[in-house]
């Protein structure tokens, strides 16, 4: 499993994360945001966060090396 989270303070809608990973797409607000129908997506004003089972971490990983402003992480976690 491996978590995704974008980091709405440090984002700045360039969008560079949603050519490389089409779960990342634009809020209202402007910024990048998470969905998709495979993981559960957790969201407040700071930060949206979402875990996922399944063989896209490299995609999700391609989108956080894009975003000039680090805005995205993708870190591995344990099955709980
Ligand atoms: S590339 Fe980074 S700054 Fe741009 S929209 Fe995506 S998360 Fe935000």
Redesign the pocket.
Known sequence: MYRVT?DRD?????????TRDSR?VEDDDG??TLETSSGDVEADAETVEATFADDHAADAEA?AA????D??TVEEVSES
């Open positions: 974008i440090a984002c700045d809608g360039v969008f560079a994360c949603l990342f910024l990048a989108a894009a975003c000039p402003f805005a995205i």
